[in-house]
């Protein structure tokens, strides 16, 4: 199948304050509603793996199966293996892949799951089309996405609300979609799909261990990831400006009174 051009900039980058918050993420955490359908015996494609955590999680709980990560990234992949190592799971393996075109056969995998991955693309139906043909029938497909609009904390500086703003126009320039979560039924929809369970999760920061970890990932994030490169280049801030954000996202982790909530939208689809 030839290479799909219908890519999008991924907007974080790998920095090291991107990769404490992926490095955070667990089945239990960032795919609870998934796991309920799994058997020993699946073999799962997941895409967008990362440093592989949540696939680390995945390859545990189907013992007798296998599941293979993925990632666009091909840098990433050598942490995803040394996760995997370091738990002795010998039942995954990880691959460069395009999510707009897989490069498996129709009806390869009982499960394939993003998490996190569809705001990112550029032709998102178009990566759920890819995700249901290789798909077994009778095989699940998983999606969870944050956002960013739903996005709600406390207090309510100002700051933060130029934060959210910058956010999402650098993402849309990047051709992603930061609000993703709450258009996934209807891109699933748009694939084809008709079996569809759609849910919501959230993420919670509210204690001072919680506020000073994701205050401060998005802090570091905020000047010195690939974000924050690619919001200065593209003229739509100044680093002054980045600078200011960053110490708002640490003012807000100060807070005894702090709290910050992330929406997912979810759906686990059902293929005919």
Known sequence: MPKSQE????????HESVLRSHTWRTAANSAAYLLGSLKPHMKIL?????????????????????????????????????TAGARGLTNVDFAVADVHALDYPDDTFCVVHAHQ????????????REMVRVTKPGGFIAVRDSDYAAMTW??????????????RRVARANGGEPDAGRRLKSWA????????????????????????????????????????ERAVDGGHTSAEELTAVAEAWREWGKREDGWFAVLHGEILCRKA
């Open 46 to 82: 997941d895409i967008g793996c990362g440093p592989g955590t949540i696939t680390a999680d995945l390859a545990a709980l189907v013992p007798d199966g296998h599941v293979t990560g993925v990632d666009h990234a091909p840098g990433i992949l050598d942490q995803a293996r040394d």
């Open 7 to 14: 890519t999008a900039v991924y907007t974080h980058g790998h």
């Open 154 to 167: 406390y207090p309510e500086l100002p700051v933060l609300d130029d934060w959210l703003d910058l956010y």
């Open 117 to 128: 991955v569809l705001q990112h693309v550029g032709d998102p139906v178009q990566a759920l």
């Open 189 to 228: 929809l748009a694939a084809g799909l008709t079996d569809i369970t759609a849910t919501s999760g959230t993420w919670t920061f509210a204690t001072p261990e919680e506020r000073a970890w994701w205050s401060g990932l998005w802090a570091d994030r905020t000047v010195a990831s690939s974000y924050a």
